[in-house]
């Protein structure tokens, strides 16, 4: 019953910024670790950015110096700032929470419907 809905894809020039917002609602006790994973057509799923409930972060080799993960703890909600976008970066992002629930024994790792990116040449 925990879920989590993205928002702020779309189409944008190579050099262009995007940020995208990822909230989660529920019956929420807690959130553990969110996260923004990247999926091109036809490939897997891989992680992009993450950040911990103390704020510690992590991102992959290829956007690093560019993305920049963030988390709103009031709002229960990560963002993410993506600069410098080039044609690589064009796949559908998903936000992903592991969280604990009311309803739920431990943790559950909940994931959006994603939203997409489109970077143009």
């Known amino acids: 019953q925990v879920q989590v809905v993205e928002s702020g894809g779309g189409l944008v020039q190579a050099g262009g910024s995007l940020r995208l917002s990822c909230a989660a609602s529920?019956?929420?006790?807690?959130?553990?670790?969110m996260g923004w994973y990247l999926q091109a057509p036809g490939k897997q799923r891989w992680l992009v950015a993450s950040?911990?409930?103390?704020?510690?972060?992590n991102y992959a080799d290829s956007v690093k110096g560019r993305f920049a993960i963030s988390r709103d703890r009031a709002k229960n909600t990560v963002y993410l700032q993506m600069n410098s976008l080039n044609p690589e970066d064009t796949a559908v992002y998903y936000c992903?929470?592991?969280?604990?629930?009311?309803?739920?024994?431990?943790?559950?790792?909940?994931w959006g419907q994603g939203t997409l990116v489109t970077v143009s040449s």
């Open positions: 992903n929470a592991l969280v604990r629930s009311s309803s739920v024994a431990g943790f559950q790792e909940v």
């Open positions: 529920g019956s929420i006790i807690s959130i553990n670790n």
């Open positions: 950040i911990t409930s103390t704020g510690s972060t």
